[in-house]
């Protein structure tokens, strides 16, 4: 099953388009099969699950975090993740780079997370916020081991594509007014904050005609989760 539904994602996925195993809720036996495949990236959302399934799993697995991160649960994901894509918060920042420096790890990939949805209860950085906050502090001083790859969003939970579309152009636009402004004035470029991650099971084909270059999909290759 999970064999199968890997290929029919594969298929559709062109070049240049990074497919995240989003296995949140789905057992290791699951995601064993997926390694099987081919698969190596891999994401979650709970830190306890996190940090079970990567001691039961392949050391190869690249993990990513997606889930929103309390800050007092920052030193449990920060030694094993290889990106945190879900950094939504200035004070998230600061206790990443806080974590990196007591665990002695140099660098740890992160992406923005955008809040472009209309529900309320989704998080991320507004646009403008973000845009202020890069502009008033250096990143390289400020969190010198964290390297910021680039934005990631989820679009709203509604069954509406142009709605979805509307959504992952904000994300993109966003990534671009970073990248010309604050970060092109900190020297970084396209080549580091290269990463647009949206799109998961239902919306992905949309996102991908939106720029995105990172996927995020769970359902269409586990099955449904049971919570
Ligand atoms: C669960 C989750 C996904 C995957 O969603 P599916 O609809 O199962 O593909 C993607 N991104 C984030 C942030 C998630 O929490």
Same mark, same amino acid.
């Given at each position: ?8 994602? #594969? ?5 240049? *388009?990074?497919? *995240? @195993? ?23 959302? #709970? ?30 994901? =920060? ?11 200035? #004070? ?23 809040? =472009? ?29 964290? #390297? ?41 470029? @396209? ?14 084909? *949309? ?21």
């Amino acid at each position: 099953m999970i064999t199968e539904n890997l290929a029919k994602i #594969r298929a559709t996925i062109p070049d240049g *388009v990074t497919l *995240v @195993a989003v296995s949140k809720f789905h057992p290791a036996e699951m995601i064993a099969e997926a390694y099987q495949c081919g698969q190596r990236i891999f994401a979650e959302s #709970r830190e306890n699950e996190f940090r079970a399934k990567v001691e039961q799993l392949p050391q190869d697995i690249e993990w990513h975090f997606i889930g929103h991160l309390q800050t007092n649960k920052v030193k449990q994901v =920060v030694p094993y993740a290889s990106m945190i894509q879900s950094i939504d918060s200035e #004070r998230l920042l600061d206790e990443i780079e806080k974590q990196m420096q007591k665990v002695g790890r140099t660098c740890i990939d992160g992406l923005l997370q955008l809040h =472009v949805a209309q529900e309320e209860t989704k998080s991320g950085f507004l646009p403008d916020e973000i845009m202020t906050l890069l502009t008033d502090n250096r990143i390289a001083e400020r969190w010198p081991h964290i #390297r910021l790859r680039g934005v990631m969003g989820m679009a709203s939970f509604v069954d509406d594509p142009d709605q979805w579309r509307k959504e992952f152009r904000q994300i993109k636009a966003c990534y671009q007014a970073l990248l010309e402004g604050p970060l092109k004035a900190q020297g970084i470029d @396209a080549q580091q904050f290269s990463v647009l991650s949206y799109g998961m099971s239902e919306d992905y084909p *949309v996102a991908i005609q939106e720029g995105s270059n990172m996927v995020r999909i769970g359902t269409s290759i586990f099955g449904p989760r049971v919570y």
